[in-house]
């Protein structure tokens, strides 16, 4: 028995790439009602969750490094605000351990790769993520160290670009190309999960950090009506500090073609357990929180795609 509601029923689910090592698991999956209901689309790159057990053996504490580098059950908040607003929902199912679908190709730290860098690379400066120890695998992090009990082989990092990053990124594309087409413009939310910010001057910290490339990757009203929103439900958010979007905000916001695109952060306090391992008492609030904004974000890009086309039929008339 098919226990979701009719609009996520008959709604087309593609699970594409697959995880190597793990006996063909997919790497990540699309539900993308037709026609679309709204032209937004929730990515949760993030998520995974499925480790081979190839990829356990190589990690130092694999159970806490895990729990840190998730966005932890962002997916299952992201499934229910699409559920309920008929938002196409893009979530990956490869574990950020393995590669992080936030990063380009170049952001490769090749200390960690038993060859070294390689000579096709040509040359190679590592970049602040890659300095700080999240580069496109992992390495390290704040208060458990190095991640891998051994160096990684070249091979392994091309098939996960292959089977995993590349895939993934394509459908991403294409899903926000297929939104513009109906609608004239698109919204990509890439929703991720922070750790608690604490206190700022005095202040408690923001629930919600909003990131745009400061201003690169997203019409300013959207910004603004993400900031009206939060303040009416009286949730404190920042902007672009302490993040400001990754990889998947520079390679598909083109904000002057009508694909815009934000990085929301969630305080991961105010919807999981005290352990932030598990959904608290805060999850149902968030929820519905989250889906209200899609919704009036989902109004705002329809506007402004309005706006648009009729000034390219002014100028067209000009």
């Known amino acids: 028995m098919d226990d979701r509601p009719a609009s996520q029923a008959d709604s087309p689910r593609t699970e594409g790439g697959s995880i190597p090592g793990s006996g063909g698991l997919s790497a990540f999956s699309l539900l993308a009602p037709q026609p679309s209901a709204v032209p937004v689309l929730l990515a949760v790159p993030h998520a995974g969750r499925a480790y081979p057990g190839t990829l356990l053996e190589r990690m130092r504490n694999p159970g806490f490094a895990a729990l840190k580098l998730e966005d932890r059950y962002v997916d299952r908040l992201a499934e229910r605000v699409a559920r309920d607003t008929g938002a196409a929902l893009l979530v990956a199912h490869a574990p950020r351990a393995m590669i992080d679908l936030n990063r380009g190709h170049e952001d490769v730290d090749w200390d960690m790769f038993a060859r070294g860098r390689p000579d096709g690379v040509g040359c190679y400066t590592p970049g602040i993520r890659v300095r700080s120890g999240l580069g496109l695998i992992p390495r390290r992090l704040p ?100 993040y400001a979007g990754g990889y998947v905000l520079e390679r598909h916001a083109k904000p002057e073609e009508g694909l815009h695109a934000l990085q929301i952060e969630i305080d991961r306090s105010t919807y999981l357990d005290a352990r932030l391992a598990d959904p608290g008492a805060g999850f149902d609030a968030m929820a519905e929180l989250l889906t209200g904004l899609v919704r009036r974000l989902a109004g705002e890009v329809a506007d402004l795609a309005r706006i648009d086309t009729a000034q390219g039929w002014a100028s067209a008339a000009e």
């Open 143 to 242: 208060g458990l160290g190095e991640l891998w009990k051994r160096r990684h082989d070249e091979e392994d990092l091309a098939a996960r670009i292959d089977q995993i990053h590349e895939p993934y990124h394509a459908c991403l594309a294409v899903s926000l190309a297929t939104l513009r087409e109906r609608w004239g413009a698109a919204l990509l939310l890439d929703l991720h999960s922070m750790p608690p910010l604490g206190d700022r001057g005095g202040l408690p910290g923001p629930d919600f950090v909003l990131g745009d490339r400061f201003g690169a990757t997203c019409h300013g009203r959207l910004v603004a009506s993400c900031f009206s929103y939060f303040a009416e439900q009286r949730r404190g958010a920042a902007h672009n500090r302490p």
